[in-house]
């Protein structure tokens, strides 16, 4: 595979791709992917990539230290309160 992804065409090089829309119906969890290539004398060699798809969680909450009223170089920040 290193042979083959070193050309510099797409044509030549090959490509193991998994797309979003396949991710998407993994349930989360740990995964691993083995892959295996063989060429025509039967030599054979393979990798193994881990990787794990965890749900989005919520957005962080964010609180800025300080009196009311701030005031920085460029933005005037006030609280809602």
């Not at 030599?43 to 193994?48: F, L, N």
Request: proline share 5%; no cysteine.
């Amino acid at each position: 595979m290193d042979t083959v992804n070193a050309e510099t065409t797409p044509r030549a090089q090959s490509a193991l791709k998994l797309p979003g829309s396949q991710i998407a119906m993994l349930p989360d969890g740990n995964y691993s992917l083995v892959v295996t290539v063989t060429n025509f004398m039967a030599a054979s060699a393979s990798t193994t990539l881990k990787f794990a798809k965890k749900a989005a969680g919520a957005a962080p909450v964010v609180n800025i230290e300080g009196g009311d009223e701030q005031v920085g170089a460029t933005r005037r920040l006030q609280s809602a309160s």
